[in-house]
C-alpha cells in the first residue's frame, strides 16, 4: 500500500562542519532526510522552524529554512531537485557525501546524463 | 549611545539637532547638512561648537568653505556593508579636515580598523560588543600595504617600510 | 616568481589569527550569523550545498612546484582528495570544516599563499594572462603589475565594502588570453610610438545578468600612475555605484546608466583631487616586485629540436597533444604546455591530489618550478624545453592528464553548477560531461577546431557563457533544470557577448544540439575558417534553423 503526506521539512547546515541537516521529530538533527519529521499543517511549520531558531542560537545549526517535501512510504522526497541534492550529494560523483556513506535519501536528484 | 574615542569610552556632550527648531544659545550643536547650508550665517557665528551630519550622498568637495569652522562632521553607516562613508572620510582628510569624524549607525569591531586608516576617529557603539572586544579590535592588523591613509603609529605601511634602506632590488635583472 | 619579505609573511600570519579569532567568537555564540558571514566571505569561505568551501587565492594564476604540493596536502588532509580549479584562476575545495579552516589557512600561510578576498564585496583576485612571461606575443610580463594590485589591494579599508564584488584583470599581450574587456577594470599594456609603455584602462565590462564589454576610459596610463587611477575609479564606483539592487550593483551598471563620459570626467576630476605624492613610492615598489618576475635563465637551443620531431613520428598520440597543447614559447627550443583538466567525460577543472603532486614534480623537473592556472580552468607549464616534452607527455597520460583536447571542443569550462553551489539554478557539470563524451572521438574535434564551449550553472555567469563562442546557461523552470544555447561570444580581444538563439533545452537534449550547430558550422565553414568567424559571417540564422527546424 502507497501512503503519502505533503508537508515542509526544516533543513539546516551543521555550524561546525556545513554538513546539510535535517530536523527531526525528538529535536535532533540528522544527516539523514529519512529521519527529517514533516509538518503538514503551517502551524507546525511555524513551530518546526521556531525549534531550529532556538538551535541557530545555540550555534549548533546555521541558516534553517523550510522546505516542500513529501513521504512516500515512510522515505522522504524534497520537492526540488536543491533539495534532493543536499540529502545525496553531487551526481557527478557518486562516490563522495551522504550517497556514499550509507546515509542517502531514498529519491535520487535528477538522473545523471 | 556610548562613544568609543582613542580606545575608551568617552561622555558624549554633542546636542544632535534636528532639520529645524530653536538652538540652545551655548551648546556644541551637531546639524544636518541641508540646515547648515540653510542657516550658515548664523550658525558660523554662534558660541558654541559645530558639528555636521552627512549623508552618504552628500558630496564631500562641497564642503570645503565649511570645514575650518567644524568640529565633529557624523557619517552614516546604514548598514555595515555600506562603505560610502569610508570614501567620504577619507576624501574629508585629504581635503585637511583635521577635526573628529564620528561613526554611527551599524558599526562593528571587525571594521574598526577600516574605519581608523580611513580617517575616523570617533564611534558611537551600542551594547552588543564588551568593550575589550572594540579596544582588540583596533589592533588586530599591525601591517597595511596601501600609502597615504591615517593610520596609528602602532600600523606600519609596508610600502614605506621597505624602502627605508639602500635599494639592492635595483641591482637585480628585471623582467619586461 | 614572487616570493614573500617578512612583510608580507607578517600580514598573512595576522589575518589568519584575526580569522581564527573570528571562528573561535562564531563557534563559541559571541558572533551571529548575519555578523560572521561578511568575516568568512572576506576569506574565501562559503557555505555551500553540502558543506564549507574555501576559496584559495591563486594571484594571477602562478603557482609553484612547492605550492601545488601543499595544495595536495589540503585536498588529503582537509577534503576529500581533490580540488576544483576555477574560470578566476583560484581552486576550490568542496567539503571544508568550519573548524578547519583556521589550519588550512595556516598550512597556505606556509607557502606564501592565502584566502584574502577570494569573496564578498571587494576587489578580487587579480587575473592576468596564463603564458604570462612566456608567451611570444607578449610585450612584457604583466604579472609584476599582477603583485602591485594584489597588495595594494589586500584589506585596502576604503573599498572593502563596495556596492559589490569588483574583478581587475591584466594582460601584457596583444593577443588578450585575460579577458580584459569583461571585467570590472581591465588593463592592457601597449607601446606608444616612442616606444614607451603604458595602460590602457579599459572599466565596466562584465558577464552575470547584464553582460557588457568595458569602455576605455585612457589609452595610455603611464605605469606610475596605476595605484592612483585606480583608486579615483573605485572611489568614484563606491559613492556613486546603486546599492539598492544587488542586480544593478555592478560598476557596469553605474557606467551604463550616467554614461561612458560622465563617468570619464568624474574619474578625471577625482584623480585631479587626489593627493599624488601617496603613489609616488610605487615605482620603487613596481621595480622592487618586477626583480622576482625576472625570466629564468633559458638555455641557449636551437629552435628545431631533433627529438622532438622524431616522437612526434613514432607517437602519434603524442603528435596530436603536441599539435594542439604546446603553445608557442618567446625562446627558441621551449614550448608552452598546456595540461587539460578535461578528460573526456570529466569534471572541468578538477584535480586529484595525485595529478597535482605529479604536475608540481613536472613543473620542478622540467618547467622552471613554474605551473599556471588558466581560467579556462587548465594548468600551465609555461617554460618546458622542446627535447622534454616526451617526458612530460608520457608522466601525463599515466595520470589521466594527457587529454589532447586544448581548444577544442572537449576543452569546456563549467562552473561548479547545482551539483556543488547554493546560488546555482542547474547542474553545468553533467552537460559538460555529455557533450565530452559526444564528441570524444579526437578526430571530429581535429576537424571541428578552435572552440570554446561556456557552460554556467546561473545567471552569475562563473562559467563565462557569455563569452563562449557557444555559451550554455542552466536555469531553472518550476523545478526543472533547462538551458539556453548563445553563440558568437567572446572574451579575446574582438570581444563580444553571445546572441540567445531560441528556447531553452532540457539537460539530456544539450549535447544534441551542440552537434547540430557544429554540423551546420561544418556545412558552411569556408577553407580555414574557425566556428567563431563562420557565425560572425553568418549570424543566428542557419544555426536556428538547423536547431528549430525539426523540434
Same mark, same amino acid.
Given at each position: 500500500?502507497?501512503?503519502?503526506?505533503?508537508?515542509?521539512?526544516?533543513?539546516?547546515?551543521?555550524?561546525?562542519?556545513?554538513?546539510?541537516?535535517?530536523?527531526?521529530?525528538?529535536?535532533?538533527?540528522?544527516?539523514?532526510?529519512?529521519?527529517?519529521?514533516?509538518?503538514?499543517?503551517?502551524?507546525?511549520?511555524a513551530?518546526?522552524?521556531?525549534?531550529?531558531r532556538?538551535d541557530?542560537?545555540?550555534?549548533?545549526?546555521t541558516?534553517?529554512?523550510?522546505?516542500?517535501?513529501?513521504?512516500?512510504?515512510?522515505?522522504?522526497?524534497?520537492?526540488?531537485?536543491?533539495?534532493?541534492?543536499?540529502?545525496?550529494?553531487?551526481?557527478?560523483?557518486?562516490?563522495?557525501?551522504?550517497?556514499?556513506?550509507?546515509?542517502?535519501?531514498?529519491?535520487?536528484?535528477?538522473?545523471?546524463? | 549611545?556610548?562613544?568609543?574615542?582613542?580606545?575608551?569610552?568617552?561622555?558624549?556632550?554633542?546636542?544632535?539637532?534636528?532639520?529645524?527648531?530653536?538652538?540652545?544659545?551655548?551648546?556644541?550643536?551637531?546639524?544636518?547638512?541641508?540646515?547648515?547650508?540653510?542657516?550658515?550665517?548664523?550658525?558660523?557665528?554662534?558660541?558654541?561648537?559645530?558639528?555636521?551630519?552627512?549623508s552618504n550622498?552628500?558630496?564631500?568637495?562641497?564642503?570645503?568653505?565649511?570645514l575650518?569652522?567644524?568640529?565633529?562632521?557624523?557619517?552614516?553607516f546604514?548598514?555595515?556593508?555600506?562603505?560610502?562613508?569610508?570614501?567620504?572620510?577619507?576624501?574629508?582628510?585629504?581635503?585637511?579636515?583635521?577635526?573628529?569624524?564620528?561613526?554611527?549607525?551599524?558599526?562593528?569591531?571587525?571594521?574598526?580598523?577600516?574605519?581608523l586608516?580611513?580617517?575616523?576617529?570617533?564611534?558611537?557603539?551600542?551594547?552588543?560588543?564588551?568593550?575589550?572586544?572594540?579596544?582588540?579590535a583596533? /589592533?588586530?592588523?599591525?601591517?597595511?600595504?596601501? /600609502?597615504?591613509?591615517?593610520?596609528?603609529?602602532?600600523v606600519?605601511?609596508?610600502w614605506?617600510? /621597505?624602502?627605508?634602506?639602500?635599494?639592492?632590488?635595483?641591482?637585480?635583472?628585471?623582467?619586461? | 616568481?614572487?616570493?614573500?619579505?617578512?612583510?608580507?609573511? !607578517?600580514?598573512?600570519?595576522?589575518?589568519t &589569527?584575526?580569522?581564527?579569532?573570528?571562528?573561535?567568537?562564531?563557534?563559541?555564540?559571541?558572533? =551571529?550569523?548575519?555578523?560572521?558571514?561578511?568575516?568568512?566571505?572576506?576569506?574565501?569561505?562559503?557555505?555551500?550545498?553540502?558543506?564549507?568551501?574555501?576559496?584559495?587565492?591563486?594571484?594571477?594564476?602562478?603557482?609553484?612546484?612547492?605550492?601545488?604540493r601543499?595544495?595536495?596536502?589540503?585536498?588529503?588532509?582537509?577534503?576529500?582528495?581533490?580540488?576544483?580549479?576555477?574560470?578566476?584562476?583560484?581552486?576550490?575545495?568542496?567539503?571544508?570544516?568550519?573548524?578547519?579552516?583556521?589550519?588550512?589557512?595556516?598550512?597556505?600561510?606556509e607557502?606564501?599563499?592565502?584566502?584574502i578576498?577570494?569573496?564578498?564585496?571587494?576587489?578580487r583576485?587579480? =587575473?592576468?594572462?596564463?603564458?604570462?612571461?612566456?608567451?611570444?606575443?607578449?610585450?612584457?610580463?604583466?604579472?609584476?603589475?599582477?603583485?602591485?594590485?594584489?597588495?595594494?589591494?589586500?584589506?585596502?579599508?576604503?573599498?572593502?565594502?563596495?556596492?559589490?564584488?569588483?574583478?581587475?584583470?591584466?594582460?601584457?599581450?596583444?593577443?588578450?588570453?585575460? $579577458?580584459?574587456?569583461? @571585467?570590472?577594470?581591465? +588593463?592592457?599594456?601597449?607601446?606608444?610610438?616612442?616606444?614607451?609603455?603604458?595602460?590602457?584602462?579599459?572599466?565596466?565590462?562584465? *558577464?552575470g545578468?547584464?553582460?557588457?564589454?568595458?569602455?576605455?576610459?585612457?589609452?595610455?596610463?603611464?605605469?606610475?600612475?596605476?595605484?592612483?587611477?585606480? #583608486?579615483?575609479?573605485?572611489?568614484?564606483?563606491?559613492?556613486?555605484?546603486?546599492?539598492?539592487?544587488k542586480?544593478?550593483?555592478?560598476?557596469?551598471?553605474?557606467? @551604463? #546608466?550616467?554614461? $561612458?563620459?560622465?563617468?570619464?570626467?568624474?574619474?578625471?576630476?577625482?584623480?585631479?583631487?587626489?593627493? @599624488?605624492?601617496? =603613489?609616488?613610492? #610605487?615605482?620603487?615598489?613596481?621595480?622592487?616586485?618586477?626583480?622576482?618576475?625576472?625570466p629564468?635563465?633559458?638555455?641557449?637551443?636551437?629552435?628545431?629540436?631533433?627529438?622532438?620531431?622524431?616522437?612526434?613520428?613514432?607517437?602519434?598520440?603524442?603528435?596530436?597533444?603536441?599539435?594542439?597543447?604546446?603553445?608557442?614559447?618567446?625562446?627558441?627550443?621551449?614550448s608552452i604546455? &598546456?595540461?587539460?583538466?578535461?578528460?573526456?567525460?570529466?569534471?572541468?577543472?578538477?584535480?586529484?591530489?595525485?595529478?597535482?603532486?605529479?604536475?608540481?614534480?613536472?613543473?620542478e623537473?622540467?618547467?622552471?618550478?613554474? +605551473?599556471?592556472?588558466?581560467?579556462?580552468?587548465?594548468?600551465?607549464?609555461?617554460?618546458?624545453?622542446?627535447?622534454?616534452? *616526451?617526458?612530460?607527455?608520457?608522466a601525463?597520460?599515466?595520470?589521466?592528464?594527457?587529454?589532447?583536447?586544448?581548444?577544442?571542443?572537449?576543452?569546456?569550462?563549467?562552473c561548479?553548477?547545482?551539483?556543488?553551489?547554493?546560488?546555482?539554478?542547474?547542474?553545468?557539470i553533467?552537460?559538460? !560531461?555529455?557533450?565530452?563524451?559526444?564528441?570524444?572521438?579526437?578526430?571530429?574535434?581535429?576537424e571541428?577546431?578552435k572552440?570554446?564551449?561556456?557552460?554556467?550553472?546561473?545567471?552569475?555567469?562563473?562559467?563565462?557563457?557569455?563569452?563562449?563562442?557557444?555559451?550554455?546557461?542552466?536555469?531553472?523552470?518550476?523545478?526543472?533544470?533547462?538551458? !539556453?544555447?548563445?553563440?558568437?561570444?567572446?572574451?579575446?580581444?574582438?570581444?563580444?557577448?553571445?546572441?540567445?538563439?531560441?528556447?531553452?533545452?532540457?539537460?539530456?537534449?544539450?549535447?544534441?544540439?551542440?552537434?547540430?550547430? *557544429?554540423? =551546420?558550422?561544418?556545412?558552411?565553414?569556408?577553407a580555414?575558417?574557425?566556428?567563431?568567424?563562420?557565425?560572425r559571417?553568418?549570424?543566428?540564422?542557419?544555426?536556428?534553423?538547423?536547431?528549430?527546424?525539426?523540434?
Amino acid at each position: 500500500m502507497n501512503t503519502s503526506e505533503k508537508g515542509q521539512l526544516v533543513t539546516a547546515n551543521r555550524l561546525r562542519d556545513g554538513i546539510a541537516v535535517f530536523l527531526t521529530r525528538s529535536g535532533a538533527w540528522s544527516e539523514e532526510i529519512d529521519e527529517a519529521v514533516l509538518a503538514l499543517e503551517p502551524e507546525a511549520a511555524a513551530a518546526l522552524e521556531g525549534r531550529a531558531r532556538e538551535d541557530e542560537k545555540k550555534t549548533i545549526v546555521t541558516g534553517a529554512y523550510l522546505v516542500d517535501a513529501e513521504r512516500l512510504n515512510g522515505r522522504v522526497r524534497a520537492a526540488h531537485i536543491r533539495e534532493r541534492m543536499r540529502a545525496l550529494g553531487p551526481t557527478v560523483r557518486l562516490d563522495l557525501g551522504k550517497q556514499a556513506e550509507g546515509k542517502g535519501a531514498a529519491f535520487a536528484a535528477p538522473e545523471g546524463e | 549611545m556610548q562613544l568609543l574615542k582613542n580606545n575608551v569610552l568617552v561622555t558624549d556632550n554633542w546636542l544632535n539637532a534636528g532639520s529645524e527648531g530653536e538652538l540652545p544659545s551655548a551648546d556644541d550643536v551637531i546639524v544636518p547638512f541641508a540646515r547648515l547650508l540653510k542657516e550658515w550665517g548664523e550658525l558660523s557665528t554662534r558660541a558654541g561648537k559645530l558639528g555636521l551630519r552627512l549623508s552618504n550622498t552628500d558630496r564631500p568637495e562641497a564642503l570645503g568653505t565649511f570645514l575650518p569652522r567644524l568640529s565633529v562632521i557624523v557619517l552614516p553607516f546604514p548598514a555595515f556593508n555600506d562603505g560610502r562613508a569610508y570614501s567620504i572620510a577619507r576624501s574629508l582628510r585629504d581635503m585637511g579636515y583635521r577635526g573628529e569624524i564620528r561613526a554611527t549607525g551599524n558599526v562593528l569591531p571587525d571594521q574598526l580598523q577600516f574605519m581608523l586608516q580611513v580617517g575616523f576617529d570617533a564611534f558611537e557603539i551600542g551594547e552588543r560588543f564588551p568593550l575589550e572586544t572594540w579596544q582588540k579590535a583596533s /589592533r588586530q592588523m599591525s601591517l597595511a600595504y596601501q /600609502r597615504g591613509l591615517f593610520r596609528q603609529a602602532s600600523v606600519a605601511e609596508i610600502w614605506t617600510e /621597505r624602502h627605508t634602506d639602500a635599494e639592492p632590488w635595483l641591482e637585480q635583472p628585471h623582467a619586461g | 616568481m614572487y616570493r614573500y619579505d617578512e612583510f608580507d609573511h !607578517q600580514f598573512v600570519r595576522e589575518r589568519t &589569527n584575526q580569522f581564527r579569532n573570528q571562528t573561535e567568537r562564531r563557534l563559541s555564540g559571541a558572533l =551571529t550569523e548575519d555578523e560572521f558571514r561578511p568575516l568568512r566571505l572576506m576569506n574565501g569561505l562559503y557555505l555551500q550545498l553540502h558543506a564549507y568551501m574555501l576559496r584559495v587565492a591563486i594571484p594571477y594564476g602562478t603557482l609553484s612546484g612547492r605550492q601545488m604540493r601543499q595544495l595536495a596536502l589540503i585536498a588529503d588532509k582537509w577534503d576529500k582528495g581533490y580540488g576544483h580549479f576555477t574560470t578566476r584562476q583560484n581552486i576550490q575545495y568542496n567539503w571544508v570544516k568550519l573548524e578547519d579552516a583556521p589550519d588550512i589557512l595556516d598550512c597556505l600561510a606556509e607557502v606564501e599563499m592565502h584566502a584574502i578576498q577570494t569573496s564578498g564585496n571587494c576587489i578580487r583576485n587579480v =587575473t592576468t594572462d596564463h603564458w604570462a612571461g612566456a608567451a611570444a606575443d607578449e610585450i612584457a610580463d604583466p604579472r609584476p603589475v599582477g603583485e602591485l594590485l594584489r597588495q595594494w589591494s589586500s584589506l585596502h579599508p576604503e573599498f572593502s565594502f563596495l556596492p559589490r564584488k569588483f574583478k581587475i584583470a591584466v594582460t601584457g599581450a596583444p593577443h588578450d588570453r585575460a $579577458a580584459v574587456k569583461v @571585467h570590472d577594470i581591465g +588593463l592592457r599594456l601597449h607601446k606608444n610610438e616612442a616606444g614607451a609603455i603604458g595602460w590602457e584602462v579599459i572599466v565596466g565590462g562584465g *558577464l552575470g545578468r547584464t553582460p557588457m564589454v568595458g569602455v576605455t576610459v585612457r589609452d595610455f596610463l603611464p605605469q606610475h600612475e596605476l595605484v592612483g587611477y585606480l #583608486e579615483a575609479i573605485m572611489r568614484v564606483y563606491n559613492l556613486y555605484g546603486r546599492r539598492d539592487n544587488k542586480y544593478k550593483a555592478r560598476i557596469k551598471i553605474l557606467v @551604463h #546608466e550616467i554614461g $561612458a563620459d560622465t563617468f570619464k570626467s568624474e574619474v578625471e576630476a577625482e584623480y585631479a583631487r587626489r593627493p @599624488h605624492p601617496t =603613489t609616488e613610492v #610605487e615605482e620603487r615598489e613596481l621595480a622592487r616586485i618586477a626583480a622576482y618576475f625576472a625570466p629564468p635563465a633559458f638555455d641557449k637551443l636551437p629552435r628545431w629540436s631533433a627529438s622532438f620531431e622524431e616522437a612526434k613520428l613514432a607517437n602519434p598520440g603524442f603528435a596530436r597533444w603536441a599539435k594542439n597543447n604546446l603553445g608557442p614559447h618567446r625562446v627558441d627550443g621551449y614550448s608552452i604546455v &598546456n595540461i587539460s583538466l578535461k578528460p573526456e567525460g570529466g569534471i572541468p577543472g578538477d584535480a586529484t591530489a595525485e595529478q597535482m603532486r605529479v604536475m608540481a614534480d613536472l613543473a620542478e623537473r622540467y618547467g622552471n618550478d613554474e +605551473l599556471r592556472v588558466s581560467h579556462a580552468q587548465n594548468i600551465v607549464l609555461p617554460h618546458v624545453r622542446k627535447d622534454d616534452l *616526451l617526458a612530460v607527455y608520457q608522466a601525463l597520460e599515466n595520470t589521466n592528464l594527457a587529454a589532447a583536447n586544448y581548444g577544442l571542443a572537449g576543452d569546456i569550462i563549467a562552473c561548479p553548477g547545482l551539483d556543488y553551489c547554493a546560488l546555482a539554478t542547474a547542474r553545468s557539470i553533467p552537460v559538460a !560531461q555529455s557533450i565530452s563524451r559526444k564528441f570524444a572521438d579526437s578526430k571530429r574535434q581535429d576537424e571541428i577546431g578552435k572552440l570554446k564551449i561556456n557552460i554556467s550553472g546561473c545567471i552569475n555567469a562563473c562559467g563565462h557563457h557569455h563569452v563562449g563562442h557557444i555559451g550554455i546557461l542552466g536555469l531553472d523552470k518550476k523545478g526543472e533544470e533547462f538551458y !539556453q544555447i548563445t553563440l558568437g561570444g567572446s572574451s579575446a580581444e574582438n570581444a563580444s557577448i553571445g546572441t540567445i538563439l531560441g528556447p531553452g533545452f532540457a539537460g539530456h537534449e544539450v549535447a544534441d544540439a551542440i552537434e547540430t550547430i *557544429l554540423d =551546420t558550422y561544418l556545412k558552411h565553414r569556408e577553407a580555414g575558417e574557425e566556428f567563431l568567424a563562420t557565425y560572425r559571417r553568418l549570424g543566428p540564422k542557419p544555426f536556428k534553423e538547423a536547431l528549430y527546424a525539426t523540434a
